[in-house]
């Protein structure tokens, strides 16, 4: 199985932030990795997949990197609809998700 | 609109059955691959089963393998996850997602359901 892992946990930031999220794979998923917005009591929305694709809608103030085992999901400059949790998913082998990374407000 | 509407969720006793449904609109149902994914109070996401178009592949996570069972019916647009044996750690908010890519089955979530509320307890 492939394992994922998030950093930070929880990141504490401002409005205006340039904000950076690290997802790391067990093993090399190419780029097979998806990034998503969830907020309290809310299903989950896609941001990026295939590592840096945009998906259609979304602000392009997310830009997602990275590539083997090593991932980050980037805000450029963070808006008050950012407070949410992200996760990374990978889905070379089968689906995976990372622990989570809360983003509140410093 | 394509919509995901999940249905059948409730509280269940230990050991007791449940089915899930989750009907699709908005899309050619029968053209994608879809998937359940779960999360626990207060837990992040856990993807749970996953269903080919044609129905003809389907694979479980480890958890659930041997207990869960998803079927699809293409004519009704309609998704199911049969729940046998439930056990305590299956509480969970199931939602049920739509691949990003017509034919594939393992492919990111565009579209999700508004989950459903699974309770086990006696």
């Known amino acids: 199985d492939i394992q994922m892992t998030q950093s930070p946990s929880t990141l504490s930031a401002s409005v205006g932030d340039r904000v950076t999220i690290t997802c790391r794979a067990s093993?090399?998923?190419?780029?097979?990795l998806a990034w998503y917005q969830q907020k309290p009591g809310k299903a989950p929305q896609l941001l990026i997949y295939?590592?840096?694709s945009l998906e259609s809608g979304v602000p392009s103030r997310f830009s997602g990197s990275g590539s083997g085992t090593e991932f980050t999901l980037t805000i450029s400059s963070l808006q008050p609809g950012d407070f949410a949790t992200y996760y990374c998913q990978q889905y070379k082998f089968y689906l995976t998700f990372g622990p989570g990374t809360k983003v509140d407000i410093k | 609109h394509v919509q995901l509407v999940e249905s059948g969720g409730g509280v269940v006793q230990p050991g007791r059955s449940l089915r899930l449904s989750c009907a699709a609109s908005?899309?050619?149902?029968?053209?994608?691959?879809m998937h359940w994914v779960r999360q626990a109070p207060g837990k992040g996401l856990e993807w749970v089963a996953v269903?080919?178009?044609?129905?003809?592949?389907?694979y479980y996570a480890d958890s659930v393998k041997g207990r869960f069972t998803i079927s699809r019916d293409n004519s009704k647009n309609t998704l199911y996850l049969q729940m046998n044996s439930l056990r305590a750690e299956d509480t969970a908010v199931y939602y049920c997602?739509?691949?990003?890519?017509?034919?594939?089955?393992?492919?990111?979530?565009?579209?999700w359901g508004q989950g459903i509320m699974v309770t086990v307890s006696s």
């Open positions: 997602a739509k691949v990003l890519e017509q034919r594939l089955a393992i492919d990111v979530f565009d579209i």
């Open positions: 295939k590592a840096s």
């Open positions: 269903l080919s178009s044609d129905g003809s592949n389907k």
């Open positions: 908005g899309f050619t149902f029968s053209s994608y691959g």
């Open positions: 093993q090399n998923i190419n780029s097979w």
